[in-house]
């Protein structure tokens, strides 16, 4: 392997700090109609197709974003944003917010109904009732899909936390999940309703082989929820123990020594859960395992899976999340990625309701990210006949390569072409920053003299604690070996890179070769969403390129959102244009749509992103060309309040989706609801199933 290396501007630039603006918290759920949006500037003629964004707005409780109690604003019901570039000089736009199955039964049981007893609560980023299940809220991400047979391209619309949905894309109703409710296996062996079911937020569909991968997986920690009966019989704790709780929460913040203590403690913590796993099994006779699957779809008939195991025989074992995989022509590519979610965010918080259980835990079990990127790679010349679990057959385990890259990442790409069995990856390494936790009502700002953190910014991401490096590998598929690594920074542009944009197929459909061209969306920097707690959490990280007195300083002086174009090659890894916007700023949901009558070049386009600044929310498009020279035109209406949004797509054209691929809801569901006691059955026949007739 050769040496890393590493390069960055010298200064950063002298901006004064500014407050993160209040719309980047506000959303709305309010679905929206045939709404023409105002344009300023001047809309390009040749820009074309649809733009799909998805967002959480709250829940069937809040009315919206942020949460009244503070809870994560990643948290939510998904709202999709269609932005309609199909008609000459005007942009139109729908939005609808994702309901699933669960949206009714959420809806059925919120405060005040009939079925309050058996409502849903928000634990951490997944929304959870101790009596149905997990909440699939489907808001983070989509997937364009065309198989063989296909007149449009159908869309997707996933989650970490649940099954993919398939969405009509001209009226956004939901119209089926990908694979039925057995084909699925759920992270626990309670028989819930709404099994709790994890997956990839970024499936990868391949047009040449007309093949979508997924990824089901789980942790022994899910199944843990059987041992702890007691949580089922409680609401929530007395008064008095949330008080005492808080007091010792409280403390543990301001005792160095405990903190270092608890520190020291967590190091250890991972084997001694490991071996309480073991104990539990021996006494109770629980499967408690962990298990990857990698599961395929061909758009029309049953799921098919292979379980993943090392060259040791053991399976593979996720620690954090499987937020993206990726497909090349020979191989795909898992990853172990820089995001904490799961069932044991309830075991950390098992009442959401008591604030001071909640800091108390927090402060004892809360462990940064890992500070690398394990990636599992799989021949696809080993995927011969897999398991259908429809069909009840035996599983087909599968070899992977295991490969540790210095340095996390939540989102990664990679080239289709694999010349020599060489995988090229591009991957943004959000470094020391933790996209899972939030701020807290009790959180405290890094600055002396550590006063609470603004209550209007409760529920908001917290600020990254070192500066985001971009890096390109290429690894030899068959042996695991990283043969070439480029990695760079940037001090004005790379701090808190999360969401990005490319051109992801041609104008036939196919996939690119090779990526030569990624945009990239930077969360800044911000005074108030540098908290002490979090910069405790990583003052000792592992790959500090920037000191933490130095990220303290940047952050006071404020270093604004960005947007700009790594190229990437054998040769050089560079970014090649950019643009920071204002104070005050901040940009995400990047989207590249292609030049009507394009060339399929790689910066042959449009970037349209979404922007909030103040209390406004507005649409900006970018020539995907020429960065620098900032937004060409944009969008807004007084109704649209998106607040912050994630991914995105495109697509040429919509359409009543014609496809015949469909599971019944109530036949993906009567197994499991006759398990329910008879009220829950009947909450079902109400409330659920009259929606999916």
Avoid at 21 to 30: D, K, L, Q, W
Avoid at 219 to 229: Q, Y
Avoid at 479 to 491: E, F, H, R, W
Wanted: charged residues 20%.
């Amino acid at each position: 392997m050769k040496e890393t290396t590493q390069s960055s501007t010298t200064e950063a630039k002298n901006t004064n700090c500014s407050s993160v603006p209040e719309s980047v918290m506000t959303a709305g759920r309010c679905e929206l109609t045939d709404v023409k949006l105002h344009i300023s500037g001047k809309l390009p003629d040749d820009l074309q197709g649809h733009v799909f964004i998805v967002g959480p707005v709250g829940d069937v409780n809040s009315g919206g974003l942020p949460y009244p109690n503070g809870d994560s604003v990643l948290n939510g019901d998904g709202m999709i944003y269609r932005l309609d570039f199909d008609c000459q000089g005007e942009v139109g736009l729908k939005s609808r917010i994702v309901k699933p199955p669960c949206y009714f039964a959420d809806k059925a049981t919120r405060l005040g109904s009939m079925y309050a007893k058996y409502r849903f609560r928000n634990h951490g980023l997944l929304r959870f009732s101790l009596s149905l299940g997990a909440r699939n809220d489907l808001n983070t991400a989509f997937l364009p899909i065309r198989f063989r047979d296909d007149s449009e391209e159908r869309l997707l619309v996933t989650y970490d936390a649940g099954r993919p949905y398939e969405i009509d894309t001209q009226t956004l109703e939901v119209v089926t999940p990908v694979g039925a409710n057995l084909e699925w296996r759920a992270e626990t062996q309670l028989k819930f309703p709404f099994q709790p079911i994890f997956s990839t937020a970024h499936p990868a569909f391949d047009a040449h082989t007309n093949r979508m991968f997924t990824v089901n997986y789980g942790r022994s920690a899910g199944n843990f929820l059987e041992t702890l009966p007691f949580i089922y019989g409680l609401d929530k704790l007395p008064h008095e123990i949330d008080e005492l709780l808080d007091i010792v929460g409280e403390f543990i913040e301001t005792q160095d020594l405990i903190k270092d203590f608890i520190k020291l403690f967590s190091q250890f913590s991972q084997n001694i859960w490991q071996l309480y796993i073991r104990i539990i099994e021996r006494i109770t006779s629980i499967d408690i395992e962990d298990f990857v699957y990698l599961v395929c779809w061909d758009g029309v008939g049953n799921l098919e899976r292979w379980k993943l195991i090392l060259p040791d025989g053991s399976p593979v074992r996720i620690e954090q999340t499987m937020h993206q995989i990726g497909v090349t022509q020979d191989y795909v590519v898992l990853m172990d990625t820089a995001f904490k979610t799961g069932l044991e965010q309830i075991i950390n918080n098992p009442f959401p309701e008591n604030k001071g259980v909640e800091r108390c835990l927090r402060n004892i079990l809360t462990r940064p990210v890992s500070p690398d990127s394990t990636i599992y790679i799989v021949r696809r010349a080993d995927l011969k006949v897999g398991q259908c679990p429809a069909s009840a057959q035996q599983e087909v385990e599968v070899l992977v390569h295991r490969v540790v890259i210095p340095l996390e990442a939540a989102h990664f790409l990679v080239d289709y072409e694999n010349p020599h069995g060489q995988i090229t990856l591009h991957a943004s390494h959000i470094c020391a920053w933790d996209v899972a936790e939030w701020l807290r009502d009790y959180n405290s700002s890094a600055y002396k003299p550590h006063n609470p953190v603004p209550s209007r910014l409760n529920g908001m991401e917290q600020d990254e604690m070192d500066i985001s490096r971009m890096g390109r590998y290429v690894i030899d598929g068959e042996s695991g070996q990283i043969i070439k690594s480029q990695v760079i920074s940037d001090l004005n542009l790379t701090w808190g890179v999360g969401l990005y944009a490319y051109l992801d197929r041609l104008s036939s459909g196919m996939p690119l070769g090779q990526i030569k061209d990624i945009y990239w969306t930077s969360f800044g920097l911000w005074r108030e969403l540098l908290t002490k707690f979090i910069c405790d959490l990583y003052k000792d990280y592992k790959y500090r390129a920037v000191p933490v007195s130095e990220v303290l300083h940047l952050a006071e002086q404020g270093i604004p959102a960005s947007l700009f174009r790594l190229h990437t090659s054998d040769e050089s890894l560079y970014i090649a244009d950019s643009f920071q916007f204002p104070e005050g700023y901040m940009v995400s949901s990047p989207q590249f749509v292609p030049y009507l009558d394009g060339n399929d070049g790689s910066t042959d386009g449009y970037i349209v992103c979404a922007v909030v600044f103040d209390d406004s929310n507005e649409i900006w498009v970018f020539d995907a060309n020429n960065l620098k020279a900032g937004a060409v035109c944009k969008l807004s209406h007084p109704l649209l309040k998106f607040g912050y949004t994630l991914h995105t797509a495109w697509l040429p054209s919509i359409g009543l989706r014609t496809a015949n691929y469909y599971i019944s809801v109530r036949q993906d569901y009567k197994d499991l609801v006759k398990q329910q006691p008879q009220e829950i059955q009947q909450m079902f026949e109400n409330e659920v199933y009259p929606h999916f007739a």
